[in-house]
C-alpha cells in the first residue's frame, strides 16, 4: 500500500513543523485557516442528514430541558425527563442559553446542533492534522467525517453524530478533542477535555478516559502494560458478574430491559449484520497495522481501538447475557465502539486521500456516492417528517401535528395515556410526545431507556406501561377504570378504536379524546 504521509512524531510542535515543510513544497499557496473546512461543511451534513430536534434520545433530554425552564410541567412522571438531568449538565447548560438569550427552545436547539456538527468537524480535522502530513487527507478526513455523519455504530443504537441535539452531540467532539490533545502529550489538556466531556455524558466520557489511557500506554511503548489493563478490565467484568450472579432481579427492570427496542443491550441477541459492524472495523484496523510503521501515532490509535474493542466484545459476550444478571447493562458496554467508529472516521480519511492521489475521479465518485446514499437513506429512515424540522415550519407528520395541537389546546395538568408502544411505530419515527407537546403521560417503551440506566424507576414504569397495553382495544369503562387511578386524564386512540369519549382532535393516525367528564 502506498504511504498515508503519516506524522511520524506525536507533538503538536513537530506536526505544525511537518505541514509548514509540505507547504514549502508549494510555495504559492496560503495555509487554509482552521476553521473553513468545518464552516462550509456544517451546512452540507444539515442538508444530507436532516435535523430532527424532538426525536430519539432528544426526546428525552429536551423535556429534560423543559422541566428546568417549568418545573410544573409532567407533574405525573417529572422523574423520567428529570433522570439525565443529575447525570449531565447539558440540559441545564441549554436551559440556561434560553434564559439568557431570552429566545426560545426550538431556536436554542438548531443553534446548538449546528455548533455540535461544526465542533464535531473541527475535532475530526484537528485529529487528522496530528497524523496526516498533506492538506488533502485532512480535507478528507472531514469529508468522510460528514458523509458519514449519521453511520450506525453496529447494533448500539448510536450513530456516530445525531441528527439532533443530545449530550453525545458535544461530548463526542471534546472526547476527540481530548485525544488529539493526548496525542499532543498535553496531558493536562486531556484532563480538562475529558473532564468536560465527562460532565455532559459521564458514561460516553469515560470510554474516552479509558481511550486516552490505553493510547497514552502504546503511545509510550508500553503496550504489554495496555494488553494487562485490558486483560484486567475483563477479569474485573468476570468478578462482578460472578458476585452478581445469585442477586434477585427485579422483575420490572427485567422486563424494562427485554423489550425489544433493547435488544442492543445484550450482544447475544444482535443479527449477524449488526455483529459484522463490530467485526469488520476490527479487522481493518489489524490490517492497518501491518501498513504502518512502529512509533506512529497512527498505529498507536490503531492498536488502542483494537484493544478496547475486543476488550469491549468479550465483557458484553461473556457478563452481559439476556438472561442476567444485568449488573453490567447500564454500562452498554459495546457503546464504546461509538468511539471506535468516530477515530476510524479519521482514520480511513487518510486512505481516501490516497485514493485521491492515484485517481481523483475514483476518490469523488466513492466520496460522492456515499453522500448519495445517506441523502436518500434519510427519508426512509425518518417517513413523513421534514427533511430539516425548522422551527415554527408546520411538521408533515401527523403525530407530530398531534402533539402540537395538544401543546395549545390541553391543560398543562393533563396526563396522557396511549399505547406504550408507539413510539417505536414507523409511522411516529420516535418522535418524543413530552418534548413537543409539553404535557405528561404514563410511561411507555421509550421510558424503558431511562430504566436500564436508572433500575429504581422500574417498579413505577411497569405499573403504568403494563395498564395501558390494550389501551386501544379497551372499553371506555375499561380506560376509565385502568388508567384513571393512575393519573391519566387524556388518551391518545388511533381512529379506528371504539369510544364514546369526547375527542376534540383527530387526524388520519390518531384521535385525541378526553376521559374526565
Request: net charge positive.
Amino acid at each position: 500500500m502506498p504511504a498515508v504521509h503519516v506524522l511520524n512524531p506525536p507533538t503538536m510542535q513537530q506536526a505544525s513543523s511537518a505541514r509548514r515543510g509540505d507547504l514549502a513544497r508549494n510555495p504559492g499557496r496560503e495555509p487554509v485557516p482552521t476553521f473553513l473546512g468545518p464552516i462550509l461543511l456544517t451546512p452540507l451534513v444539515l442538508f444530507v442528514h436532516g435535523y430532527h430536534p424532538f426525536a430519539g434520545d432528544a426526546g428525552l433530554y429536551v423535556a429534560g430541558v423543559r422541566h428546568i425552564l417549568d418545573p410544573s410541567l409532567y407533574p405525573l412522571n417529572a422523574a423520567f425527563p428529570a433522570a439525565f438531568t443529575r447525570l449531565s449538565l447539558f440540559p441545564w447548560a441549554l436551559a440556561a442559553v434560553v434564559r439568557v438569550a431570552h429566545q426560545r427552545l426550538s431556536w436554542v436547539l438548531l443553534a446548538a446542533h449546528l455548533g455540535s456538527v461544526f465542533l464535531f468537524l473541527l475535532a475530526c480535522r484537528a485529529l487528522a492534522a496530528r497524523l496526516f502530513v498533506r492538506a488533502s487527507a485532512t480535507w478528507c478526513a472531514m469529508l468522510l467525517a460528514a458523509a458519514c455523519f449519521t453511520l450506525p455504530v453496529a447494533g448500539t443504537a448510536l450513530f456516530v453524530m445525531d441528527p439532533y441535539v443530545t449530550a453525545r452531540s458535544f461530548s463526542t467532539p471534546l472526547s476527540l478533542l481530548g485525544i488529539v490533545a493526548c496525542v499532543d502529550r498535553a496531558w493536562l489538556r486531556t484532563v480538562l477535555l475529558l473532564s468536560a466531556a465527562a460532565l455532559i455524558h459521564p458514561l460516553m466520557a469515560g470510554y474516552a478516559v479509558v481511550f486516552a489511557i490505553l493510547y497514552a500506554l502504546i503511545a509510550s511503548g508500553r503496550t504489554r502494560m495496555a494488553m494487562i489493563l485490558c486483560f484486567t478490565m475483563v477479569a474485573l467484568g468476570g468478578i462482578v458478574f460472578a458476585l452478581a450472579h445469585r442477586a434477585p432481579i427485579s422483575p420490572a427492570y427485567r422486563e424494562a430491559v427485554s423489550l425489544p427496542a433493547r435488544t442492543f443491550l445484550f450482544l447475544a441477541r444482535w443479527h449477524w449484520y449488526e455483529v459484522c459492524g463490530l467485526v469488520a472495523p476490527l479487522l481493518l484496523l489489524a490490517l492497518a497495522l501491518g501498513w504502518t510503521g512502529s512509533g506512529r501515532p497512527v498505529r498507536a490509535l490503531c492498536l488502542t481501538c483494537l484493544l478496547l474493542g475486543v476488550t469491549s466484545i468479550f465483557v458484553a459476550g461473556l457478563f452481559v447475557p439476556p438472561g442476567g444478571p444485568y449488573v453490567l447493562v447500564p454500562f452498554q458496554v459495546l457503546r464504546s465502539f461509538h468511539l471506535v467508529y468516530a477515530v476510524g472516521l479519521v482514520l480511513c480519511g487518510g486512505i481516501l486521500a490516497v485514493v485521491m492521489a492515484r485517481s481523483r475521479f475514483v476518490g469523488i465518485t466513492l466520496l460522492t456516492a456515499l453522500l448519495a446514499g445517506l441523502f436518500a437513506a434519510e427519508p426512509v429512515a425518518w417517513r413523513g417528517c421534514n427533511r430539516i424540522e425548522w422551527p415554527d415550519a408546520s411538521p408533515e407528520n401527523p403525530y407530530q401535528q398531534a402533539f402540537l395541537w395538544i401543546r395549545d389546546h390541553t391543560p398543562r395538568s393533563a396526563i396522557f395515556a396511549f399505547n406504550p408502544r408507539l413510539v417505536y411505530l414507523h409511522e411516529e419515527d420516535e418522535q418524543g410526545f413530552r418534548a413537543m407537546a409539553g404535557r405528561d403521560h404514563l410511561a411507555d417503551d421509550k421510558d424503558a431507556g431511562i430504566v436500564t440506566v436508572q433500575p429504581g424507576l422500574a417498579d413505577r414504569w411497569a405499573q403504568q406501561r403494563n395498564a395501558e397495553l390494550e389501551v386501544d382495544r379497551m372499553t371506555d369503562a375499561q380506560r376509565r377504570a385502568l388508567l384513571a387511578p393512575l393519573g391519566a386524564t387524556w388518551v391518545l386512540l388511533p381512529p379506528d378504536a371504539e369510544t364514546d369519549l369526547s375527542c376534540p382532535y383527530w387526524n388520519a393516525v390518531v384521535r385525541v379524546c378526553r376521559m374526565s367528564p
